[in-house]
């Protein structure tokens, strides 16, 4: 593929065949745990949706510097500062859950108090809910991703670098990260959506421990990606 004459719709098709099949490799260590807290199918697009507009953004990003910069990117890119961004946002995510687990445990415990309680403790945990971190979160481990290129969006880089176009490079870096994303949101919203709610009300009481370990798992991950030891 000479990357000076590569097209849109060859981005295109470079980016579905990447979504159907190492992208979902690569993303599920790092979407899998989310999904076992058991959200179900109805509310994957809160997980999904955030999650991959940050890897629109981060690939449209991409190709934009690629246009401007040229070959320089690359060289950005091999440094540590892709898995700096991808390993802090897992890791937010992470604790993000963690904290969920703890304010639901909390807030439980007081409903058997007393009513004003309850209240009291429903208003202030609406206020510091996680809820309102976690997209923000999903959107940066989904940019992070993005930043980590794999050998087609090697290929896409290098063409955008070629055309010394920062639009054009733009366009290229969105097309394919449009086809990149389609199978995987497909993917992750209906059936590991599906597999991590039918798992939590099978396990029952393990579930908590399960939602734990989850949040846990991702900080280890996250802290692994940082320093270079996990590589999506």
């Known amino acids: 593929m000479d990357p000076i004459t590569l097209t849109l719709p060859a981005a295109l098709i470079a980016g579905l065949a990447f979504g159907a099949g190492p992208c979902n490799v690569t993303c599920l260590p790092y979407l899998g745990p989310v999904f076992l807290q058991g959200e179900g199918v109805q509310r994957a697009w809160r997980i999904v949706l955030p999650f991959t507009l940050g890897r629109l953004c981060g690939y449209s990003l991409l190709g934009l510097l690629a246009g401007l910069a040229g ?129 939590k009300q099978q396990l029952g009481n393990w579930s908590k421990h399960i939602e734990k370990a989850s949040g846990s798992l991702l900080i280890l991950l996250g802290l692994a990606t940082v320093f270079g030891w996990v590589q999506p």
Do not use: Y
């Not at 969920?100 to 007081?110: D, F």
């Not at 969105?174 to 991590?196: E, Q």
């Open 71 to 199: 070959q320089t990117l690359t060289a950005l890119l091999q440094s540590s500062l892709a898995g700096w961004v991808l390993g802090i946002a897992v890791i937010l995510v992470g604790f993000n859950l963690l904290r969920k687990k703890s304010t639901h445990s909390c807030t439980q415990h007081t409903a058997h108090i007393n009513e004003q309680t309850v209240s009291f403790a429903g208003t202030a945990d609406k206020r510091n809910t996680p809820k309102a971190m976690m997209p923000s979160a999903l959107f940066l481990m989904g940019t992070g991703m993005a930043l980590n290129p794999c050998v087609p969006l090697t290929a896409i880089l290098a063409a955008a670098a070629a055309s010394g176009s920062a639009l054009l490079g733009m366009g290229l870096g969105l097309t394919f990260g449009l086809g990149a994303v389609v199978i995987p949101a497909f993917v992750f919203g209906l059936l590991i959506a599906h597999f991590g709610a039918e798992l």
